[in-house]
């Protein structure tokens, strides 16, 4: 007796062909490159108001597959329109990530080959050349030998892991007991400045720290964190039985761009016996560099670094270093599983990155770092950087030389704080600048930061794109001036 009939399943053709893969991929490469070429071209920022995008899309996904010719076109009439264009010699907020052409080419190859970069079978490539890039990294820096570590997205995942692991060191047993309902435990303090980013904030909070664990530390006149400082709040809190703990240093803050006093830092941990952690994700690129890496001397000694590449090494993000000075460290969040990472592997040897990395299926990020370090070398990271921090304080001697202007603080990195300067007593400078700000957006003229220094607006350029021209600054600090003082007239004629 025939069992039940079914219709047969028809085997899947694929996605793509072979042939047109490459006639869309070679379309799409020259695509890419006739964006850079022209991107000057297109408005900085993007001329749409909110919802019209979306309102052009389809409000269901297609049936029925459409051409890819018709797709690319597609890109070009409604995803272009609505970008901001990071990489546009006009844009200078937040930190103005400009990727690479090496590091495009090896992200195009990494989502090729797709690997999940957890364990060692899973991809000896991607395990073994994150190992080697690495270890590079940790020579172009400059650090001692035995400085291991991981890739992951961003500096913020590395903070809170570096936290994680110095907390694991006033040896209470928090990895095996955690803190949820232990009278046993004093209040855990970490210290930073009060310019420090925001992920450190999150990173206690999610390590369920709580937020009164964090103590921020004022800073100096350029915002700087202020040693001293931190020495006598250390005091305070051990008098107070608060267990001290950590130290997060930053080289690079986000709105000053300031670099806290490492090697003062460094001797205060040292004496308390505390962890230091240096947030390097953007001030770290300088120890790449020539002309400025001493002023991050003290670096070197920290038990953990955070770097991100995405920032001024040129990398598509998300691409970041985390490094713990002892690999012992990593225990802090060694698992294993069986049907994952069994432990014998590491008796075999076998380096497997997920038993001691936050995350398990992995990006395989280190090729096109690999790529990139191989296709620029040293020497030409070291010049581009070096040329970017040039570019600054070149701004800088363009704002101190225009009437209209002011330098609110000398650049460290590559990050210029400014303000145009109202001839008009009554004229608020504070309304006036942000409306500055939000014109350039309004118009397309630029895309540029802001902060507030001192209770006073002040806007920011952050020169992160090796392709900008002395010329091009020039240009935009003119725009600023010359649109400030219009502005500046119209308001006195309301």
Known sequence: MSGPTRDTVAPPTGDMSAAEFRRFGHEIVDWI??????IEELPV???IEPGDLKAQLPASPPEAGEPMATILADVDRLIVPALTHWSHPSFFAYFATSTSAPGIFGELLSAAFDVKSMLWRTSPASTELEEVTLDWLRQMLGLDAG???????????????????????????????????RKDLPLLRVYASEQAHSSIDKGIITLGLRQRSLRKIPTD??????????????????????????????VGTTSTSSIDPVPAIVEICEQ?????????????????????????????????????????LWQPIPCSAFLLRDARHFDTIKLHADYLNPENHEDEGIPNLVTTSLLTSRRFDALKLWISFQALGRAKLAAMIDC????????????????RLELVCAPELSTVIFRFVPSHAEIDANRLNAALRQHLFDHGIAVI?????????????????????????????????DH???MERDWSAV
């Open 33 to 38: 490159a006739n964006y850079f070429e022209h």
């Open 484 to 486: 400030g003082e219009q």
């Open 272 to 312: 308390h016996k505390l962890w230091l952690h240096v947030d390097a994700a953007y001030g770290g690129a300088l120890l790449f560099g020539n002309r400025f890496r001493d002023k991050l001397r003290g670096v070197e000694a920290a038990d953990s670094l955070s770097i991100d590449f995405h920032k001024l």
């Open 45 to 47: 920022l993007a001329q």
């Open 221 to 250: 006149k350029e915002f700087r964190m202020d040693a001293k400082a931190l020495a006598d709040a250390i005091d305070e809190d051990k008098r107070n039985r608060i267990l001290p703990f950590c130290v997060v240093a930053t």
């Open 449 to 481: 930061g802001h902060t507030r220094v001192h209770n006073r607006q002040c806007l920011k350029l952050t020169l992160m794109n090796p392709t900008v021209r002395e010329e091009q600054i020039q240009l935009l600090l003119r725009t600023v001036a």
């Open 147 to 181: 400085m291991s570590g991981f890739i992951y997205d961003t500096a913020s995942v590395s903070s809170m892991h570096a936290i994680a692991a110095a907390r694991e060191g006033v040896e209470l047993r928090i990895r095996e007991e955690g803190m949820s309902g």
């Open 388 to 403: 970017t921090i040039e570019l600054a304080t070149h701004a800088a001697e363009v704002i101190r030389n225009s009437p």
